[in-house]
């Protein structure tokens, strides 16, 4: 069973940074997709970034516009661990962050999340 744990959440001023982290615990080389997704309450959830990776230091990312060039997806397979590297963030980044993994059919597993609040 795979289990996700977020962290790194919090309270910025617009422009500020944050880094986001997801722990990944049994994780097997079958659930080769990693994503972020946030969701405000009362909206759907929206796809941040997912990091694909296609083995022996062989990956692929995507990022939904609104974050291309401030946030940078990554992974630490020697740590188990998927970051979310937020940059110049802004108050329509404000939302609960959750952290997911699958396979490129679906995503299977989801952490209980982490608040981001940017404030202007």
């Not at 744990?5 to 049994?26: F, K, M, N, T, W």
């Not at 062989?58 to 979310?84: C, H, M, Q």
Request: proline letters at 2%.
């Amino acid at each position: 069973q795979v289990q996700l744990v977020e962290s790194g959440g919090g309270s910025v001023q617009a422009g500020g940074s944050l880094r986001l982290s997801c722990a990944a615990s049994g994780y097997t080389d079958n659930n080769n997709c990693m994503g972020w997704f946030r969701q405000v309450p009362g909206k759907e959830r929206e796809g941040v970034a997912s990091f694909y990776d296609a083995g022996v230091n062989n990956y692929y990312t995507y990022y939904t516009p609104s974050v291309e060039g401030r946030f940078t997806i990554s992974k630490d397979n020697a740590k188990g661990t998927l970051y979310l590297q937020m940059n110049n963030l802004k108050p329509e980044d404000s939302a609960d962050y959750y952290c997911a993994a699958g396979t490129t059919r679906a995503y299977d597993y989801w952490g209980q999340g982490t608040q981001v609040t940017v404030s202007s």
